[in-house]
């Protein structure tokens, strides 16, 4: 499996099938599945100046049109994907790991004081629902739950899920099980 590039890896999230590079451009009609395939385009050219460049800029028109704010300096781990498109804001300083599911409305951003003043750190199997919110230097473990509207602005331990606003953790084993489909191993 290491053959396969992270775009093959985040589309296979979505179809559960390894796909060719045009069933992959094919696949893009779908809002999402294209702005993931453009993000990672300028992620990988971001160090060349012309074709880095031209990334950007595609990006850019993207992110205004389909309302994501994802920055090529983002760390993203394989098998990325959004479930629906539009409001979403992520910090080009977050760390988000492998298998990560994020929703519409979601905001992972920037505290700039006190004593979380930094950027989040997501872990692995992470799914972050409808109009969530992290804040601040925080680090979510695996296979975490994000409930809608939770707010969470402190750690959360791995294997459980948060709810509410504020935030409240629960354990839960299988917290992302039936949510996160597909995974890249």
Known sequence: MSDYTAIQKDFYR???????????WAK???????YVYILRKAQKY????????????????????????IYPETEIGEGFYLGHWGALVINPKTRIGK????????????QNRGKNEG??????????????VI???????????IAPNAYVNFDVPKNSM???N????????????????????
């Open 166 to 185: 504020p935030g409240k953790i629960y354990p839960a084993e299988n917290a992302t099980q039936g949510y996160i489909n597909n995974k890249i191993f």
């Open 28 to 34: 893009c009609i779908n809002p999402n599945l294209h």
């Open 119 to 132: 950027f989040p750190v997501i872990g692995d199997e992470v799914w972050i629902g409808p109009n969530a």
């Open 14 to 24: 979505e179809s559960g099938r390894w796909l060719s590079t045009f069933q992959i």
């Open 46 to 69: 971001r160090k060349k100046s012309i074709a880095g460049l031209f990334w950007r800029l595609l990006l850019r028109h993207y992110q205004i049109k389909y309302g994501f704010q």
């Open 135 to 145: 804040v601040g230097s925080v680090n979510i473990g695996n296979n975490v739950l």
């Open 162 to 164: 948060v709810m509410g």
């Open 99 to 110: 298998n990560c599911n994020i929703a519409q409305g979601v905001t992972i951003g920037q």
